[in-house]
């Protein structure tokens, strides 16, 4: 063998190892582009989907907010009807109280008596009832946001 063909040799090995080297290369980066792409297009799914679950969620706070509102106002409603009840039967009470006593009074004296007493009674029963309201309205309120906060808590949980 000659050493111009040992050399021939050598040159062709050299573009042959070159030529391999620039297509494993190329390869490389088509398979990095590639996966690259597939991974935006990943992110760009998921990106969506938690778009619509963030959609989901708030359409399901906001419709618990309005049934929420609507329970207070039912609530509100129940507590006056509840509240004008019994300050009627209240004054009913009393008035039947009031009759007796004027009834049974004989003399003036006794008469402004039964009335200071019965106006001090009622006023008492009136601030008394005023306050009951009061605290059932604050306590009917806390009761349905908090029945609204659990089921927001156990909606949440399930997923």
Same mark, same amino acid.
């Given at each position: 063998?000659?050493? !111009?063909?040992?050399? @021939?040799? $050598?040159?062709?090995? $050299?573009?042959?190892?070159?030529? +391999? ?19 935006? *297009?990943? *992110? ?15 359409? #399901?706070?906001?419709? !618990?907010?309005?049934? @929420? &509102?609507? &329970? ?5 409603? %129940?507590? !006056? !009807? @509840? %509240?004008?009840?019994? *300050? ?13 006593? @004027? %009834? +049974?009074?004989?003399?003036? $004296? #006794?008469? &402004? ?8 009674? $009622?006023?008492?029963?009136?601030? +008394? ?15 349905? %946001? ?14």
């Amino acid at each position: 063998m000659s050493i !111009r063909s040992a050399v @021939t040799g $050598a040159a062709a090995l $050299a573009v042959l190892f070159t030529g +391999l080297q620039l297509y494993s290369s190329a390869q490389y980066k088509k398979g990095y582009s590639q996966a690259q792409a597939e991974y935006m *297009v990943a *992110v760009a799914h998921a990106e969506s989907r938690a778009r619509q679950i963030e959609h989901k969620l708030t359409e #399901e706070m906001e419709a !618990r907010d309005r049934e @929420t &509102q609507e &329970q207070l106002e039912q609530v509100a409603i %129940a507590e !006056r !009807r @509840t %509240a004008d009840e019994r *300050v009627r039967k209240s004054a009913e009470k009393y008035a039947d109280r009031y009759r007796r006593d @004027t %009834a +049974l009074a004989s003399a003036a $004296a #006794e008469r &402004q008596a039964a009335d200071t007493a019965i106006r001090m009674f $009622a006023e008492l029963l009136g601030g +008394l009832d005023g306050m009951a309201e009061v605290y059932a309205a604050e306590a009917d309120r806390r009761r349905v %946001a908090g029945l609204a906060c659990e089921i927001a808590y156990k909606n949440i949980g399930v997923r």
